[in-house]
């Protein structure tokens, strides 16, 4: 592996593997979701059965969102909340296109519509019995070939109403002096209430700039990362 792939390695480590590359529809339309929906995934490496809270990074405070029971396993069944969370805000949060990785951007992504609240899962903690023993973080998977490096992060969504978010912003990585550059290219359809979104990182082979998509997909469960708690 080369230099370059073990620097974006650094940055979102530890990684799953994955079998194939995520991609984008490109505005493929998605039906609407039932009233009541649940969705499936796993916490890795959860020392043992609990719950976990999953939250919401509204620049402000980590807001609770949810609650979920949580196997021995690390499995989990959740059924999204019908109603909208409580603390979504108007605009486009920055997890959006900067989970997984510090970045710099010029310029901001247009809002279809002005009012739309959006907000992002984009983390949580872990308790067994009342204890809170551990937080969470999604779980990037990636996966490495002749082409480059390709690492997909997937986080819950909600929005209050059908909304669009595009643009393209070129940033840079780790830091605002950085040599490491990234461009973004969000396309972001959302559906009024639950969502899937994908953030995709790419470094081909042939160049040294990263390249990060964001997209919708149809609504599926996440993977979380299980961090002990420091004493």
């Known amino acids: 592996m080369r230099p370059r792939s073990l620097l974006l390695l650094g940055l979102l480590a530890p990684l799953t593997a994955c079998g194939g590359l995520e991609r984008g529809p490109n505005g493929s339309d998605f ?7 649940v969705v499936q995934g796993a916490v890795l490496f959860p020392p043992r059965a609990g719950t976990a809270t999953l939250t919401s990074d509204t620049g402000k405070q980590q807001l609770p969102v949810m ?64 204890q809170r023993i551990g937080e969470l973080s999604p779980q990037p998977t990636a996966l490495g070939n002749d082409s480059g490096l390709v690492i997909t ?18 940033c840079t990585v780790g830091s ?32 040294s700039e990263l390249n990060i ?11 979380w990362k299980f961090l002990p708690t420091s004493p």
């Open 31 to 37: 039906p609407s979701q039932p009233t009541a929906t």
């Open 67 to 130: 609650t979920m029971d949580v196997q021995a396993d690390g499995s989990y069944s959740l059924t999204l909340p019908e109603s909208p969370p409580t603390g979504a805000s108007s605009g486009v949060p920055a997890t959006l296109w900067h989970s997984g990785m510090p970045l710099f951007c010029q310029g901001r992504p247009v809002l279809s519509d002005p009012a739309a609240q959006l907000l992002v899962v984009d983390g949580g903690f872990y308790s067994a019995g009342q």
């Open 153 to 170: 992060l997937k986080l819950l969504a909600y929005a209050d109403r059908p909304a669009i978010v595009q643009g393209t912003l070129n």
């Open 176 to 207: 605002k002096a950085s040599d490491k550059t990234a461009q973004v290219t969000l396309d972001y359809r959302f559906k009024r209430g639950w969502n899937t979104v994908v953030v995709r990182s790419e470094l081909p082979v042939q160049s």
């Open 213 to 223: 998509q964001g997209y919708v997909t149809p609504l599926q469960g996440t993977t």
